[in-house]
């Protein structure tokens, strides 16, 4: 239909010039909109047939029978309460923490921003303790919440059903305050034990906040390269984005084992990676360059988001088009300070931007596992 339509205009123009008494003018060249490709100039706003719709749910993005367009960009975030946090023992620290939060998210509403809040057992045993359920107040306010598996790194090998127990008490500390329908997904949990059956059997559909910790279950010679021993990744790779492949690791895909980060057919959890490091390190590369490091704490500036605008650039014009991909960057909550307001701000309005012109799409993390899922339906 839409191509009759465009027969038919093309015709009418190609009448009106004839019967017009100037000479004909050179054209310009016939936009590329509509072949089902997205490159070049066109983006979302300008050529939503080929690029997508941002903003809008996965579901209402499937392309009509024939005309796939672009799978879209995400950008999440995450922000960790920590197994080393003292919320359920000091009520101070549970209500400063939650006045972080708070802080974030209104700063992320003001620009249509998502953040995801992943729970460890001391916050999220706070919640039901001080008679205060932010989890779920979280949720109701539209941002993401998960699951934090601060454990696994030094563990010894053990039977891979011990190994899952970990995986399930840690979340149903979770699911009783948001519903397990809304705690999918688990950040953590690396080492050496099989992280992949032991999270799926605890129940969770996917994992994030992957580092370089997960190799750790994985033989040498599936590993980045002959250097990455226990050794090297205990003592220093242990918190790299991983896979260390960027363009390997801003998909996602699913895994039946620990063996390797190569997908396989039949999975029992999904990876959802994009790790891109913290905000507040992204001049130094922490996360990403070896030996990186901040003494005590990497500073915020507006240096930080302009390199991470510029990667995400880069990101979008090697992509593949035709996978669901993804960004994610951490914020602690001790970010969510008034002093920390002008970058913080300067970051949302940079990200809105790059999502104005249809380059990223923010959402939590369950969202963008949802979001591959409707894809590839």
């Given at each position: 239909?839409?191509?009759?339509?465009?027969?038919?205009?093309?015709?009418?123009?190609?009448?009106?010039?004839?019967?017009?008494?100037?000479?004909?003018?050179p054209?310009?060249?016939?936009?590329?909109?509509?072949?089902g490709?997205?490159?070049g100039?066109?983006?979302?706003?300008?050529?939503?047939?080929?690029?997508?719709?941002?903003?809008?749910?996965?579901?209402?993005?499937?392309?009509?029978?024939?005309?796939?367009?672009?799978?879209?960009?995400?950008?999440?975030?995450?922000t960790?309460?920590?197994?080393?946090?003292?919320?359920?023992?000091?009520?101070?620290?549970?209500?400063?923490?939650?006045?972080?939060?708070?802080?974030g998210?209104?700063?992320?509403?003001?620009?249509?921003?998502?953040l995801?809040?992943?729970?460890?057992?001391?916050?999220?045993?706070?919640?039901?303790?001080?008679?205060?359920?932010?989890?779920?107040?979280?949720?109701?306010?539209?941002?993401?919440?998960?699951?934090?598996?601060?454990?696994?790194?030094?563990?010894?090998?053990?039977?891979?059903?011990?190994?899952?127990?970990?995986?399930?008490?840690?979340?149903?500390?979770?699911?009783?305050?948001?519903?397990?329908?809304?705690?999918?997904?688990?950040?953590?949990?690396?080492?050496?034990n099989?992280?992949?059956?032991?999270?799926?059997?605890?129940?969770?559909?996917?994992?994030?906040?992957?580092?370089?910790?997960?190799?750790?279950?994985?033989?040498?010679?599936?590993?980045?390269?002959?250097?990455?021993?226990?050794?090297?990744?205990?003592?220093?790779?242990?918190h790299?984005?991983?896979?260390?492949?960027?363009?390997?690791?801003?998909?996602?895909?699913?895994?039946?084992?620990?063996?390797?980060?190569?997908?396989?057919?039949?999975?029992?959890?999904?990876?959802?990676?994009?790790?891109?490091?913290?905000?507040?390190?992204?001049?130094?590369?922490?996360?990403?360059?070896?030996?990186?490091?901040?003494?005590?704490?990497?500073?915020?500036?507006n240096?930080?988001?302009?390199?991470?605008?510029?990667?995400?650039?880069?990101?979008?014009?090697?992509?593949?088009?035709?996978?669901?991909?993804?960004?994610?960057?951490?914020?602690?909550?001790?970010?969510?300070?008034?002093?920390?307001?002008?970058?913080?701000?300067?970051?949302?309005?940079?990200?809105?931007?790059?999502?104005?012109?249809?380059?990223?799409?923010?959402?939590?993390?369950?969202?963008?596992?949802?979001?591959?899922?409707?894809?590839?339906?």
């Open positions: 239909m839409k191509k009759s339509i465009l027969v038919a205009l093309v015709c009418f123009i190609s009448a009106c010039s004839l019967l017009g008494s100037s000479p004909a003018t054209d310009k060249p016939a936009s590329p909109c509509g072949d490709v997205c490159e100039p066109e983006n979302a706003q300008n050529c939503p047939a080929d690029c997508g719709l941002a903003g809008q749910p996965a579901q209402t993005q499937q392309p009509a029978a024939g005309t796939r367009g672009a799978a879209l960009l995400y950008i999440t975030t995450m960790h309460m920590e197994q080393g946090f003292e919320d359920d023992t000091n009520q101070a620290i549970f209500e400063q923490h939650i006045q972080q939060l708070t802080y998210m209104d700063l992320a509403d003001a620009y249509g921003a998502k995801t809040i992943e729970s460890e057992q001391p916050f999220a045993r706070a919640n039901t303790k001080w008679n205060r359920n932010f989890m779920a107040e979280i949720v109701a306010r539209g941002h993401g919440v998960g699951t934090h598996c601060d454990f696994g790194f030094r563990d010894p090998l053990m039977p891979v059903e011990q190994y899952a127990q970990n995986f399930r008490e840690n979340k149903a500390r979770v699911d009783v305050l948001v519903g397990a329908e809304n705690n999918l997904g688990c950040s953590g949990g690396g080492g050496a099989d992280w992949a059956v032991a999270a799926g059997m605890a129940g969770f559909e996917y994992l994030d906040g992957v580092v370089g910790m997960y190799y750790l279950a994985m033989p040498l010679e599936n590993r980045p390269d002959s250097a990455w021993t226990d050794d090297y990744i205990r003592n220093e790779g242990y790299l984005n991983a896979p260390v492949d960027l363009y390997q690791r801003i998909y996602l895909f699913g895994l039946a084992n620990a063996q390797d980060f190569v997908a396989d057919a039949n999975p029992v959890i999904v990876i959802s990676s994009g790790e891109m490091g913290p905000l507040a390190g992204m001049v130094e590369g922490i996360g990403e360059v070896s030996g990186a490091k901040c003494r005590p704490e990497c500073a915020l500036n240096a930080d988001v302009d390199t991470l605008a510029a990667k995400i650039r880069e990101i979008d014009q090697n992509r593949d088009r035709s996978r669901v991909a993804k960004l994610a960057i951490y914020i602690p909550a001790n970010l969510f300070e008034p002093e920390n307001e002008p970058t913080l701000r300067y970051f949302f309005e940079q990200m809105k931007a790059l999502a104005d012109q249809g380059i990223i799409t923010w959402a939590t993390q369950k969202q963008v596992y949802e979001a591959n899922i409707a894809w590839n339906q």
